[in-house]
């Protein structure tokens, strides 16, 4: 096409990201649960919005230190690239951003996961299964015939419906918000279960 791409990258990472980060999230409540020191952390003088906050931005932390490595590929591709410097920039940066945001949604469907159950086992193949259903399961339902135009509003709650739209280099709001909206209510029903729980 007559520039170059990192787009089979961007293809499996969120494949790679859909069993990384359930493993990441998945000790993080149910360890606490399991050993009984999520009491001890709910009677510290600490919400728990600022418990889950804090476990998150450990999580989104750890995806974004696993992103970095990545960035020898762009450098790779821009230096290697006939002439260099001919790397489409708009949709590099377009991915990034949708798979740093996609990784974000993932952290936050870990965690919700983790905090439901006790087992890390159990916990990791909830995460992996909400994972799973957000970003195939949702798109492959909406391209069913049968549903017609419900179809296409099943679609806007698909990952992969944000993700490769914003990989294609265009930021629009509507993916921005989505992503934004699927982090608050993962984090907020983990919320309600912590309450659930400490009463």
Request: proline letters at 3%.
């Amino acid at each position: 096409m007559g520039y170059a791409g990192l787009d089979s990258l961007f293809i499996i990472a969120p494949w790679v990201f859909l069993f990384l980060i359930p493993a990441i999230t998945m000790r993080m409540f149910s360890d606490e649960i399991r050993y009984g020191t999520i009491e001890l952390l709910l009677t510290r003088p600490l919400t728990e919005w600022q418990l889950i906050f804090g476990k998150y931005l450990a999580a989104v932390t750890l995806v974004v230190l696993s992103l970095l490595p990545s960035l020898v590929y762009v450098i790779t591709v821009y230096v290697l690239g006939d002439p260099p410097g001919n790397l489409d920039s708009g949709a590099t940066i377009g991915s990034y951003l949708g798979l740093l945001m996609l990784g974000a949604v993932y952290a936050a469907l870990g965690i919700l996961a983790s905090v439901l159950t006790e087992n890390s086992i159990v916990s990791f193949l909830i995460g992996v299964f909400l994972c799973f259903f957000f970003f195939y399961v949702i798109d492959q339902l909406a391209a069913l015939s049968v549903l017609g135009k419900s179809g296409l509003l099943l679609a806007h709650f698909s990952i992969s419906e944000h993700y490769n739209s914003i990989s294609r280099g265009v930021v629009d709001s509507r993916d921005v918000v989505y992503f934004v909206g699927m982090i608050a209510v993962a984090l907020a029903t983990t919320r309600l279960v912590l309450i659930v729980r400490r009463s």
